[in-house]
């Protein structure tokens, strides 16, 4: 047998759309399969049946990456200076506060991507195929194009393979459409633009094959799949820098340049005054240690956990730390319908008699609800509603059993729902099935779109039911042609509300008749009814859907479900209006990428799309300035959810590969979970902001105070030697920086919600982190904090100098000037609960663990300034309690003048817009 061509299967995605003899040809096989010796010849022309694993980052890349930092590289060259200039203390301090923030930062990214594992770990193991003539189990891997092979129920289809021959043959293809309900297969070419959902002449690797039988032509292995495509898709899908991550880089890039310049130019000033080279360079060293904000990194990652923490109580388990505050910039949401926004549990919404219509209440598979007349129904049937219910509740293999307290079904969804059905209309479904004996059954085939089932009844009367796609189940009654076309406008209608429409009829047979033909069932059937079904929303996500909207953010719906089904979804979900439908993966695969932006930002439901379509739709929003959230639980979502700015996996129906591509991970598939971490992200950030806004003035505040000691406070000649004055040693600023600000900081972590959360738009992801408010809010409090110290430091120092000489009396004046930091930072700590509102906008008690925070740095403040051991070490003295008292005074200045401008500032936001109406009504 020659060899087959590489070109023949250069274009797999017309394997579907060919006959299988001209498939065969195309392959040089036929269905007595390949011989062993040509299938070792195509396996080393094509290669193995096998994903390849990508590269995993390696321990000292994710090392690297944490030291990778402008701010980090000037405190290592800062206690570099230190140790040289012999100041041991100094230089091992800030070098510990680089090696914790630098273990934090490890620990927390020190996983290995393994999307492409899980990937690799669909493939199957072993597969049926047919070799020199005979079926044999061989490995999968060993699978060429041309090979024949054999599956069956409970087989995971082991490459992209063309039917030959089947019977019965259904396929759960979810992970790669997204569709709930397995995909009924045919032999029979499909068309040429025919999406991955509609071709049902294929079968995908790594999909399950849930009933029938198959003989297939293999036409594609290893990264020639749609598997593999995938896998080349994700490997391609770049993992964006969160907003946060992007803002302080910004920050820390802007630091350092402002800290290096103001570092050397106070080096130079402290060389003009009479410094020794040795005390300029520890100035400078000084400068780098106070302007730099060591404990920052420390404080978001810790309150970035705190997010997680509450993120997992709200069922989403966050993989991936800046996601949490992403979640908090996010303007697009795309989920997938299907179990997210949707229950994934098929419920019949309507039955309709000849006589009339009834609807049910309830949702899902528990069998609580009502049935009642539809509005305008005249006359009632509840006789012809029974038996449309009973029947076919019996032509029917699926139950619905009550476990653990939750209804599961066991079966096929569609039957689940009439099951259901029946059972809520007060009927015992499983005494139906033993007194209406089956005694034969044709099941269901794709090719003839029905099912029908003989029974014998109590009485002795035999009688088959059917049930099916309406246009075939209603061709084989015996009914008028009007009221045949009056049927067709009703199922007409019912479908274009997104149902899922059935018709059910029943014949009555000898009583001595005990098997079930295919002739038996051509006509003479009498029409019971129709039952339309739908998997309805969730109540919950509904009211998820207006949350995100009344917070400003998009909602899209991306499913690989029909077009109308998605659209009737949409709109009960608020996504479109009622003249909208939304558009097909057919229509997107036609746009160009001006048309595709378009289409991203003013559709708002996808259907039947492919995985390249996904990914296209998150890059062409990402293009037009959005923060994209997507969801996902199949391995077409894989690439996506890589690619989006925060790619969120459902955690019970979601494949291995989805959730290790994913940042934060559902575990109740529940899209309202998604709108509640949305809202706890826009929290972490709003406490993030608060952070920052409470840690940066301490900061300056310290730079100010060493600028202004250089710049104006005496140089002193002591011993012969010329002793600059300095207010604070770089031991007891990082103090300052590592103790204080984090101790104090961390608990705005726990602060509550602010009242608008998701009630205002998103923030813009443009927007600096440091923007406006913050840089005036940082200069006004930093002031007061400099003042303050510099004024006790110096008022201490030349009250203690006649009685106790300059060391004791210069250790003593620095200990009040660190104390007086403390005290500033308390008092503000109380007004950053609320940026911009009163203190006692979100109660005063409603985080005990400000308080505590408080209490903890009073104890420790208290042991920095009289334990010896630390007196030692950070050169500290004992101050009296009249100090104690006057340093608070000095501090609590802050409190009065932020409320005070927290006060100026809301009224003048609160008057703008009244001027502005005034001036537009002149």
Not at 76 to 105: E, H, P, Q, R, Y
Not at 401 to 424: I, R
Not at 768 to 773: D, E, K
């Amino acid at each position: 047998m020659a060899a087959v061509s590489e070109r023949s299967t250069s274009t797999p995605q017309l394997w579907y759309a060919l006959p299988p003899d001209r498939a065969l040809d195309l392959l040089t096989s036929s269905e007595a399969g390949l011989s062993s010796d040509e299938a070792a010849t195509r396996l080393e022309q094509f290669g193995p049946n096998v994903l390849e694993r990508a590269k995993g980052v390696s321990p000292l890349t994710l090392l690297w990456r944490q030291l990778n930092s402008p701010i980090v590289f000037l405190l290592l060259g800062s206690s570099a200076l230190a140790a040289v200039l012999g100041k041991m203390i100094d230089a091992a301090v800030v070098l510990g506060a680089v090696v914790v923030n630098t273990i934090i930062g490890f620990l927390q990214e020190f996983r290995a991507a393994k999307a492409i594992e899980a990937l690799s770990g669909m493939v199957p193991q072993q597969a049926q195929v047919v070799r020199d003539g005979r079926l044999t189990t061989a490995s999968a891997s060993s699978l060429v194009p041309g090979d024949i092979v054999s599956m069956s129920s409970g087989d995971r289809v082991p490459a992209d393979v063309r039917l030959l021959s089947s019977r019965n043959l259904q396929v759960e293809e979810a992970a790669l459409t997204g569709e709930s309900v397995p995909a009924e297969k045919t032999t029979a070419a499909v068309s040429e633009d025919a999406t991955i959902g509609d071709r049902r002449s294929m079968a995908y690797n790594g999909t399950l094959v849930t009933a029938g039988t198959a003989t297939a032509l293999v036409v594609a292995t290893g990264k020639a799949t749609e598997l593999g495509r995938i896998s080349n898709m994700l490997e391609e899908a770049s993992e964006l820098q969160t907003p946060l991550t992007k803002a302080m880089a910004t920050v820390g890039k802007w630091l350092t340049v402002a800290v290096l310049a103001i570092s050397f130019i106070l080096a130079g000033v402290s060389l003009a005054r009479g410094y020794s080279v040795a005390d300029a360079v520890l100035v400078a060293v000084t400068l780098a240690v106070a302007a730099i904000p060591e404990g920052l990194p420390a404080i978001i990652t810790i309150a970035l956990a705190i997010g997680v923490q509450r993120m997992a109580a709200r069922r989403a388990v966050v993989r991936k730390l800046p996601s949490v505050e992403t979640l908090g910039s996010t303007t697009v949401i795309c989920s997938d319908k299907t179990g997210t926004l949707t229950r994934n549990e098929m419920t019949v919404l309507t039955i309709a008699t000849p006589k009339c219509r009834y609807t049910f209440s309830g949702v899902g598979y528990e069998p609580t609800g009502e049935l009642t007349i539809s509005d305008g129904e005249r006359e009632e049937d509840l006789e012809g509603a029974n038996q449309l219910l009973i029947a076919a509740a019996l032509c029917n293999d699926a139950s619905v059993q009550q476990q653990n307290g939750q209804w599961q079904l066991t079966g096929d969804p569609t039957e689940g729902a009439l099951v259901v059905a029946a059972m809520k209309a007060g009927h015992d479904v499983h005494a139906l099935r033993t007194d209406w004996r089956r005694l034969d059954a044709i099941p269901f085939e794709s090719e003839h779109q029905f099912m029908a089932s003989l029974h014998a009844m109590p009485d002795g009367t035999v009688v088959a039911f059917m049930k099916g796609a309406p246009e075939v189940v209603v061709s084989r009654c015996d009914i008028a042609s009007d009221r045949a076309s009056e049927i067709t406008r009703q199922v007409t209608t019912l479908a274009s509300g997104g149902m899922r429409i059935l018709a059910v009829s029943q014949k009555v047979f000898a009583r001595d008749a005990t098997s079930l033909e295919p002739r038996d069932v051509e006509s003479g059937f009498e029409l019971l009814g129709l039952q339309g079904m739908i998997d309805p929303p969730r109540p919950e996500a509904i009211a998820a859907v207006k949350a995100c909207h009344a917070a400003g953010i998009t909602v899209k719906m991306i499913t690989g479900d029909h077009l109308e089904t998605a659209a009737a979804i949409g709109r009960e979900l608020g996504l479109v209006r009622d003249d909208q439908r939304g558009m097909s993966g057919h229509e997107l695969a036609k746009l160009d990428p001006t048309q595709m932006r378009r289409a991203a930002r003013t559709t708002n439901v996808f259907a039947r799309v492919a995985p390249e379509h996904k990914l296209g739709l998150v890059k062409a929003l990402q293009e037009e300035g959005h923060v994209v959230a997507m969801t996902g639980d199949g391995v077409n979502d894989a690439p996506s959810l890589k690619q989006a700015n925060v790619g969120v996996a459902m955690g019970i129906t979601g494949t291995a590969v989805s959730k290790e591509a994913a940042d934060i991970v559902l575990t109740d598939d529940n899209f309202a979970s998604i709108a509640a971490a949305v809202e706890e992200g826009r929290r972490v950030y709003d406490n993030l902001l608060k952070s920052l806004a409470f840690v940066l003035p301490t900061n300056l505040a310290l730079g100010l105070v060493l600028i202004a000691a250089v710049a104006f406070f005496p140089v002193l000649e002591i011993g012969g030697k010329l002793v600059p004055l300095m207010p604070m040693l770089p031991t007891q600023i990082l103090w300052v920086n590592l103790v204080a600000s984090v101790a104090l900081s961390l608990p705005l972590a726990f602060e509550v919600k602010e009242p608008d959360t998701m009630s205002r738009p998103p923030r813009d992801p443009k927007t600096p982190i440091l923007g406006r408010f913050v840089l005036r809010r940082t200069s006004l409090v930093a002031f007061l904090m400099a003042v303050g110290a510099i004024g006790l430091f110096l008022w201490e120092y030349y009250q203690e100098l006649p009685r106790s000489g300059h060391e004791f009396a210069l250790r003593e004046a620095q200990t009040m000037a660190v104390t007086t930091i403390i005290f500033a930072q308390i008092f503000y700590l109380l007004q950053c609960r609320s940026l911009r509102g009163s203190l006692l906008r979100l109660g005063i008690f409603s985080n005990w663990t400000i308080f505590a925070g408080i209490a903890a740095i009073v104890v420790l403040q208290a042991g920095f300034v009289y334990i010896p051991f630390m007196q030692r070490v950070f050169g500290t003295a004992p101050l009296s309690l009249h100090a104690i008292a006057f340093s608070a005074l000095v501090g609590s200045v802050i409190l009065p003048v932020i409320g005070l401008e927290k006060a100026i500032r809301n009224r003048f936001r609160a008057d703008v817009p009244t001027r502005r109406l005034a001036h537009q009504a002149r």
